[in-house]
């Protein structure tokens, strides 16, 4: 399996930029990379998904590493109700999804 | 948002008895999942299915059954509810295959006492 490593929380404050990180140094040369999050007291919902190169949605940006060993989700301008459980994950193999543990994002007025 | 309800949205039940849960889809979609959520464990794959009458097991697939006869129906049966068993239910669906973006409903809350 494609192991991932994301922290466990992060902070922002509303209106700036968030990077949220995640390591997937494991992750095979055709596995896309997916970003789920999941609101309190919600589904997890999709957020976004790329293979090589930096994609876009109107939800979030995700920069994937030249190695595509790790890979960051950018919310442009946080807002509180981006709020939520951010989940990395990788295709592991075309096999079923996994979700790890995630980060935990706090957003301060 | 996509359309997928499940019912009941909350359930108390005594160890011991049956309980099935259902997930229903308006969106024709071809794969459906039930997913389990604990404090500490994130999202663990319970049993999906990749068409009417198929059906896989999923990572945490003991004490659970599951029946698809329909498009739109996927349902999740606990033959003896355990308290083991007490967690957050999610239904998910998707277009293609099992790692295709994926559409969750709204959970179920069990509690087995």
């Known amino acids: 399996d494609a192991k991932t490593t994301q922290p466990n929380s992060m902070e922002s404050n509303e209106e700036e930029p968030v990077h949220l990180p995640c390591n997937h140094s494991t992750i095979s040369g055709t596995d896309y990379i997916h970003w789920y999050r999941q609101l309190p007291s919600q589904g997890p919902e999709y957020v976004i998904h790329g293979l090589t190169s930096n994609v876009n949605n109107r939800m979030a940006s995700l920069a994937i590493a030249e190695d595509r060993k790790s890979s960051t989700l950018i919310l442009h301008r946080a807002t509180l109700r981006d709020a939520a459980v951010y989940y990395c994950?990788?295709?592991?193999?075309?096999?079923?999804?996994?979700f790890g543990p995630g980060t935990r994002l706090s957003v301060l007025p | 948002d996509a359309g997928i309800t499940q019912s009941p949205r909350h359930k108390v039940t005594e160890t011991g008895t049956p309980v099935t849960l259902r997930c229903h889809q308006t969106e024709n979609h071809r794969y459906m999942y039930w997913y389990r959520q604990d404090p500490g464990h994130g999202l663990r794959l319970i049993h999906y299915s990749y068409g009417v009458k198929d059906t896989d097991k999923g990572e945490v697939s003991d004490g659970y059954s599951v029946s698809r006869s329909k498009t739109e129906d996927f349902l999740l049966t606990l033959e003896s509810a355990t308290s083991s068993q007490t967690s957050v239910y999610f239904c998910?669906?998707?277009?293609?295959?099992?790692?295709?973006?994926?559409?969750f409903g709204p959970g179920t809350r069990l509690t087995v006492l």
């Open positions: 998910a669906i998707s277009v293609k295959a099992t790692t295709d973006t994926q559409y």
């Open positions: 994950i990788p295709d592991n193999y075309g096999q079923n999804f996994v």
